[in-house]
């Protein structure tokens, strides 16, 4: 069955360190891609989504993700983090021709502190 | 903005009672959705719904029924409600006719459920 998998439950940074979060993914066809956050107190959000095309893709307030089709992973990337970065991140799968919904990853909790 | 707007934020409601969580959306989106949010397991997808009164199973659709009369709006019916259903209740909607594509989804800010 499809399936996603975010194996850091909850990731500590200073202010300035870099980001990487981890995204795997279990389905061997045409996917779609999404990170979304979810800041204190406030709904979902999409952060950035990858359908076709450069595997590289920009998202808002500086992040990134990198979809790996050979490693299933579309990992979240982000340079330099600040103290509003803390949030709740999750990774989200479209598998096409299996159950063709999103399917959501456990989150990833992000705290950044000064 | 598209606005997606459930009626509760706080709920709490007594083992056996029945609950209804209301959802509306006003971007006249087709799909729309209602997911629970527990700590350590994610999102995961109780029921869906693409179009007026059609529904969807999700993944955990037992103990739930829904309701969707009209296009803006989708009820999440608990009818008896239990301890183990206690979580966060979020609504979201999106605009492509089917699932495929483009599932940017918009959420509401949630109905945290307490059951006693």
């Known amino acids: 069955a499809q399936s996603v998998s975010q194996h850091n439950h909850h990731v500590i940074l200073s202010e300035a360190a870099s980001l990487e979060l981890g995204c795997n993914y279990s389905y061997g066809g045409t996917v779609n891609l999404f990170w979304y956050v979810q800041y204190p107190g406030q709904h979902l959000q999409l952060l950035l989504k990858y359908f076709s095309g450069d595997p590289l893709v920009k998202g808002i307030k500086g992040f990134e993700a990198e979809f790996i089709k050979s490693k299933f992973s579309f990992n979240l990337r982000k340079p330099s983090v600040q103290w509003s970065d803390t949030a709740e991140y999750f990774c989200a799968v479209t598998a096409f021709g299996n159950t063709d919904k999103l399917i959501f990853g456990t989150g990833t909790r992000l705290q950044v502190f000064p | 903005d598209v606005k997606v707007t459930q009626s509760s934020r706080y709920l709490v409601k007594r083992t056996g009672e029945k609950v209804f969580l209301e959802c509306v959306q006003d971007m006249d989106h087709e799909n729309m959705f209602w997911y629970r949010q527990d700590p350590g397991l994610g999102l995961r997808l109780i029921y869906f719904s693409y179009d007026v009164k059609m529904k969807e199973k999700g993944d955990i659709p037992e103990g739930y029924s829904v309701s969707r009369e009209k296009k803006e709006r989708f009820s999440l019916i608990l009818e008896s409600a239990s301890t183990n259903q206690t979580s966060m209740y979020l609504c979201?909607?999106?605009?492509?006719?089917?699932?495929?594509?483009?599932?940017?989804?918009?959420f509401g800010s949630g109905t945290q459920l307490s059951v006693l």
């Open positions: 979201a909607s999106s605009f492509e006719g089917g699932l495929l594509g483009n599932e940017k989804l918009f």
